[in-house]
């Protein structure tokens, strides 16, 4: 006895055709080319991070920040996870002048020239993790103005001429500048006192949305510049 043919199991060839095609394909996003750099930055505010921390954590904090002074207990009982998270902001934590194209332009052209620090300024870390910090912030700095001097500006706030001068520095300036003005390296927006504050608590608890919030006024503290951020108007906000 013929086997009955099974009817609506088989599509014919066309009409497997005709339905792929009606099927739309989902467009999968380029992957951004800063995601390494990226990676970099939050990797040296992680080390940059620890080492307020120790700060912190010493007998004497007299000429340490105010962002540090005012949430001492905050930076000493930041554990590693703690510290991770506060990493994760989406810029490099530490400044060295970023937007002062007149300094970056003496360093450039005349790198035996001595640093016009203020007077009388406390270092704020001892000589020796001053100058691997600062050797670890130029490495990132240069590395990613070489490769796009626009992404450079964003992910360390530096304005769009001095991320010009990182690229075109050799090894020579990079000795120099971590030999030489270690003591230049300071936290971003230091004078920022609450931001730092709701920072550590945000990271401390694990609060994502705090986190976000603070990430989003990050970008807006960038754009804003340098100069808003040093006036110390916003210090205890």
């Known amino acids: 006895m013929a086997t009955p043919k099974r009817r609506g199991l088989k599509m014919s060839k066309r009409s497997t055709k ?3 095609g009606d099927t739309p394909r989902s467009p999968s996003a380029p992957p951004w080319t800063g995601t390494p750099f990226l990676e970099l930055v939050h990797e040296f505010n992680e080390l940059f991070i620890g080492e307020l921390a120790e700060v912190a954590r010493g007998e004497d904090v007299a000429g340490a920040p105010q962002m540090v002074r005012s949430h001492r207990e905050l930076w000493a009982g930041l554990d590693a996870a703690a510290r991770r998270r506060a990493s994760h902001c989406p810029f490099l934590l530490a400044d060295i002048r970023f937007r002062n194209l007149t300094w970056w332009q003496q360093v450039q052209h005349h ?6 620090s203020p007077p009388g300024a406390p270092p704020l870390f001892p000589t020796k993790p001053a100058i ?5 912030a130029l490495i990132v700095a240069w590395s990613t103005a070489r490769e796009d001097t626009r992404l450079a500006a964003t992910l360390l706030a530096m304005s769009q001429e001095v991320a010009r001068i990182v690229a075109q520095l050799g090894l020579g300036h990079l000795r120099h500048i971590t030999d030489h003005h270690h003591h230049d390296l300071r936290p971003r927006w230091e004078h920022l006192s609450a931001f730092w504050g709701r920072l550590l608590t945000a990271a401390r608890n694990d609060d994502r949305d705090a ?3 603070l990430h989003l006024q990050a970008f ?3 754009d804003a510049g340098w100069d808003f951020a040093a006036s110390g108007s916003d210090a205890t906000a």
Not at 132 to 136: F, H, K, Q, S
């Open 18 to 20: 005709k339905a792929q």
């Open 132 to 136: 691997e910090l600062t050797r670890d």
């Open 211 to 213: 986190l976000y919030v």
């Open 220 to 222: 807006q503290l960038a």
């Open 111 to 116: 790198p035996a020239g001595h640093s016009d």
